[in-house]
């Protein structure tokens, strides 16, 4: 199981950037206008994107620090101009990541660069089409050729949104994973839930609600 769940998290980071080749440079300017969510007593908020999570004693929230290590920031340096290095064409960065004590499961959501969108000819679905492509040719790539990957649609906290499912193994060692995109201008928060064994993957997403 936990073999499974670091796969997830590191799936989550190879496929943060299934969609983004075609994304531009960030400028100061766009990044000043993001801003970061924020979690305090187990609570997520982003309020740029409009969606937030509560998650309870049963989950270990990944902490600030580690999140810093994960976009290689300093804490030290500039916060915005390190935001614009991870924006860069294509990039992200992660706001939250948390795993289930039993490690039976996981959340993230990172920001990404999603410029691309600026062409009136791309839509979310566009955007998500191609992601779903390029993350089968991910998969293959690290020896994954059997991974299930479709497109996915759903209600998620307010508004209607994008995204693809996976799933790989067998039996009580199957993992799937969700990812759905909230897009707002050049930007989108991914957001990511993983679990093995049983696909309870709506139910994680059933955990964001708007804010």
Known sequence: MKKLIAISMILALVLGLTACGMSRPVTKEEVADIDLGNMADGVYENLH?????????????????????????????????Q???SLAKPGYFYEMMAEKADLSATVSVCVENVSIMEDPDCTPEDYVRSAVVTAREALSTIGME?????????????????????????????????????????????ITVSCVGEDITDALLDMFYEV
């Not at 969606?51 to 340096?77: H, K, Q, R, V």
């Not at 497109?151 to 009580?172: I, K, L, N, P, T």
């Open 83 to 85: 935001m614009l290095a």
């Open 49 to 81: 994107f409009g969606f937030g999570c509560s998650l309870d004693e049963d989950w270990n929230i990944t902490p600030d620090s580690d999140i810093l290590t994960t976009n290689e920031w300093e804490a030290e340096a500039d916060l915005r101009e």
């Open 146 to 190: 059997g991974a299930l990957v479709e497109q996915v649609e759903r209600d998620f906290a307010g508004g209607h949104c994008f995204g693809y499912c996976m799933s790989f193994g067998r039996d009580d060692e199957a993992m799937y994973q969700k990812s759905l995109y909230v897009h707002k201008g050049i930007y989108a928060a991914v």
